[in-house]
């Protein structure tokens, strides 16, 4: 049958989402609008599309207004220059790392990375040494990493071209990266922070401390998430004189599309104005909102709101109240199976969900009357699911995550090189010896269970069969059934 070309069908979904008037408690932060900033929301976009005009200045030579208001970012931020990204933190890291590590050298990074920094390694063909992130037990996800840890990687490892830490991680928490860089120092090795999540740290003293004030040589943002752009509107900040300058600028100008969107670029250069101006008491009133969740959360049968009070002793540092991470453990039911029902009963989406977890973003645009529907949504769903009757019938509670210290799989290539072997599917149960060209993670806790380039041991064979029956959320893999892997052509 033909394809009836009148049809939008991507069109018609996203006019029925927004004609729902769903509570969006996930980024982009500006909720639909709410939380742009007036610059943007009154601007005639379709009349700001356009290109590298006359005093339109150009992204990848910038010296008139693209350059100004790069330079206004960078005040805000105490940043030595601040680059515009249009697709992203993903093509931000990836740059950073092409900037910085070369074939011959090792980046050093915790094994709970965001896949874009594959990227990186592929187009670096930086050898990769993970360190194991620290754990957060109660709600079963990974954060940071210890400085001790790093340390003896450090030792370990001659030829490290640079470090990556991510600060806070997808939940909102931060480990010691004022411990981190001091080992970073001490070692006169580059320090790169992922800070796709905390754009909105540097503006509210009662935020965990952003990585440019900890001494970072380089962060990248993204300021679609929580500081009140668009989608893909990312923007990278060098800290200090460390990193060369014009080795970044060549590298996004390799990375980077060559039509770049100036409606994605005006949204930062709002987005920074909004910050400076109005940032503080933004925030000020999204912590408020914040807390009063997470009391209320708190009192509700089966439910758990992480706090302070959960990071003791387990290396991580300080959290980042605006994110709303909630257990639904003892409801006895899974987080996806929660999310389901708010979405579906209730027209509430959240970020995200694991087996354990709800994450709710809470950010510029985010109402209270959003915050007080999901109250009470949870509330009813505790009532109605709370006697442990799993709507999806499984049982997570056996499934503890990758324990990285007892197995790291060998690595018996680096990633660029597994890219460029060619790849081919074979069957999960026939994968054993063969080289990985996927990574493959299962949330929770969201750690790499095999990463391109290493061995697939009968370890993680093993453990995949298992968070296959369980039913996990597998991230990453080409086949999320998990019944193929995709392995290294030879
Ligand atoms: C920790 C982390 N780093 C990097 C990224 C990539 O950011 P972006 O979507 O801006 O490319 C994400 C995206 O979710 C992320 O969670």
């Excluded at 408690?25 to 939380?35: A, E």
Aim: glycine letters at 12%.
């Amino acid at each position: 049958m033909p394809i009836n070309q009148e049809h939008t069908p991507l069109v018609n979904a996203l006019q029925k989402y927004d004609q729902n008037k769903a509570v969006r408690l996930h980024v982009p932060g500006h909720g639909g609008g709410p939380g742009l900033s007036q610059a943007m929301r009154q601007g005639n976009l379709p009349g700001w599309d356009v290109t590298e005009l006359a005093g339109l200045d150009d992204l990848h030579n910038p010296a008139g207004v693209i350059a100004a208001a790069q330079r206004s970012a960078a005040e805000l931020y105490g940043a030595r220059c601040t680059f515009f990204l249009v697709n992203g933190t993903t093509v931000g890291l990836q740059a950073l790392i092409a900037a910085t590590c070369s074939e011959e050298q090792a980046l050093v990074l915790p094994r709970n990375v965001h896949r874009s920094v594959l990227g990186g390694l592929v187009v670096s063909g930086a050898r990769p040494v993970f360190i194991e992130p620290v754990i957060v037990p109660e709600f079963n996800f990974a954060a940071g990493f210890l400085p001790d840890k790093l340390e003896a990687v450090l030792q370990q490892n001659p030829g490290v071209g640079a470090v990556l830490a991510v600060h806070p991680c997808y939940y909102g928490v931060v480990g010691d990266l004022a411990g981190v860089d001091k080992i970073c120092r001490r070692y006169g090795m580059l320090l790169l922070v992922d800070e796709a999540h905390g754009t909105h740290l540097h503006l509210h003293p009662g935020l965990p401390a952003d990585a440019l004030s900890l001494g970072a040589d380089a962060v990248v943002q993204s300021v679609h998430k929580t500081g009140g752009a668009l989608t893909q509107a990312s923007w990278l900040h060098l800290g200090t004189d460390r990193i060369v300058r014009e080795r970044v600028a060549n590298a996004l100008r390799l990375l980077q599309t060559s039509s770049p969107s100036y409606i994605l670029m005006a949204s930062l250069d709002a987005a920074r104005q909004q910050l400076a101006s109005r940032g503080q008491a933004m925030l000020d009133d999204l912590l408020t909102l914040a807390g009063e969740a997470a009391l209320r959360i708190n009192k509700i049968s089966g439910l758990a709101v992480l706090g302070k009070e959960h990071l003791g002793g387990t290396g991580a540092f300080d959290y980042d109240p605006t994110r709303l991470v909630i257990s639904v453990r003892g409801l006895g039911v899974s987080g996806y199976a929660v999310a389901r029902q708010l979405a579906a009963v209730h027209g509430i989406y959240v970020e995200m969900s694991d087996a354990y977890n709800l994450v709710a973003v809470l950010s510029l645009g985010t109402g209270r009357v959003g915050v007080l529907k999901l109250v009470s949504a949870l509330t009813e769903i505790s009532r109605s699911m709370g006697a442990g009757h799993s709507s999806d019938g499984r049982n997570f509670n056996g499934h503890k995550g990758v324990d990285l210290s007892q197995w790291l799989p060998p690595q018996v290539m680096t990633p660029r090189r597994a890219w460029l072997a060619g790849q081919k599917k074979v069957p999960l149960g026939e994968s054993r010896g063969l080289v990985s060209a996927e990574i493959i993670s299962a949330y929770p806790p969201g750690i790499a269970v095999i990463y391109p380039g290493e061995e697939i041991t009968p370890e993680v064979i093993e453990y995949l069969l298992q968070v296959r029956e369980m039913g996990v959320h597998i991230q990453g893999a080409a086949d999320p059934s998990l019944k193929t892997l995709r392995v290294v052509n030879v």
